[in-house]
């Protein structure tokens, strides 16, 4: 029997087929650093989201693990160069959950251009802040996406479809439909929103900084549903405050849950509209993410 530890909630219908199995035999429990480094010898595979940190100590300890499935895209809680020099796979699912952060992406930034977030806020605690709630139109403003992958690509489709006038960054991605591609200083300089979906890596840590949001138009939009890491809160915090930039949204923190003094205040500013990380957070993304990530692992097992 192969041992299978699935240390995050996984989609049922995933569990349902991980289980039909019969040369697996599957546990699942959310077990934290300490447990979990006690129980690795024996585990063969093991399945994460987010929450778990594949570190170096755990790959290493893990003496007979020969897959990390992580649900989902990003890799940034594995330490993927330790499973490599031990010869572990490690499988994700990209695009599988594509869709429901674009839309959430899209939830944001009308969110932040409508004040929707502050408006239910006000209308919880009794107040009719109607003439202090005025926005903008996303139509024919330019859109200036950072990083025009899978999640990039959606973002774009439904940007065209609202009538705006979509500009993006991409290194690897020479054009898609009626994106204009441009370079990082014509996508400051231009958009009237920005909206970022690369990976976390040295090239893109804080490459929303101080330096680059001078560069960007007054009265900017900034979106951040990729990883927490890209944008230099304080920066952000310091331009929000004065005005610099408009409004920004967040699913990601460089620190999660943003409970730390820099993110506490940054998110009672009025203009801050954010979500504890919920891009993929849907029944649909969900039971794709699971699926295929069974179903990867199926196909390396070759059962
Ligand atoms: P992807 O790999 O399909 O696309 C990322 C793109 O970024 C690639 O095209 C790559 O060429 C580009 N890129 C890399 N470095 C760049 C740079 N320095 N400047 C500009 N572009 C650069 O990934 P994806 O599936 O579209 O995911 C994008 C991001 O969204 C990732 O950080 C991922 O972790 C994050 N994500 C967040 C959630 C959430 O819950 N909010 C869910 C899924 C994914």
């Known amino acids: 029997m192969i041992r299978v530890h699935v240390n995050d909630p996984l989609d049922q219908e995933a569990m349902n087929l991980l289980k039909s199995k019969s040369q697996l035999d599957v546990t699942s429990e959310h077990l934290e650093r ?12 093991l399945i994460v989201r987010s929450a778990t940190k594949v570190t170096r100590e755990i790959i290493e300890r893990g003496t007979k693990l020969k897959i990390i499935g992580r649900a989902g895209v990003g890799l940034d809680n594995i330490d993927v160069n330790a499973a490599k020099e031990k010869g572990v796979k490690v499988l994700n699912t990209p695009g599988a959950s594509a869709i429901s952060v674009a839309e959430l992406t899209f939830g944001l930034m009308l969110s932040a251009a409508r ?21 903008y139109e996303l139509f024919g403003k330019t859109l200036g996406i950072i990083g025009l992958g899978m999640i990039g690509k959606e973002v774009a ?3 065209l479809a609202f009538g705006m006038n979509v500009i993006a960054y991409d290194p690897l991605v020479p054009g ?3 994106v204009r591609m441009v370079d990082l200083v014509e996508l400051y300089r231009s958009s009237d929103v920005i909206t970022l979906h690369v990976p976390l890596t040295e090239q893109t840590k804080h490459m929303i900084n101080a330096k680059t949001i001078e560069k960007m138009k007054d ?16 920066a952000l915090y310091n331009a929000l405050i004065s005005g610099k930039v408009y409004a920004a949204a967040f699913d990601v923190f460089e620190v999660e849950p943003p409970q730390d003094d820099l993110r506490k205040k940054l998110l009672k500013l009025p203009n801050v509209v954010a979500t504890p990380h919920i891009g993929a957070s849907t029944y649909e993304a969900q039971e794709r993410v699971g699926k295929e990530l069974v179903e990867r692992i199926f196909n390396e097992l070759k059962i």
Request: proline share 2%; glycine share 10%; net charge neutral.
């Open 157 to 159: 489709k439904r940007a």
């Open 115 to 135: 004040h929707i977030a502050r408006g239910t806020k006000d209308l919880k605690e009794g107040l009719w802040t109607k003439k202090e709630l005025e926005g």
């Open 176 to 178: 898609f439909e009626k």
């Open 219 to 234: 009265r900017v939009i900034i979106v951040n549903a990729s990883r927490g890491g890209v944008i230099d809160e304080e």
């Open 34 to 45: 300490d447990n979990l480094i006690t129980l690795i010898p024996q585990i063969e595979i």
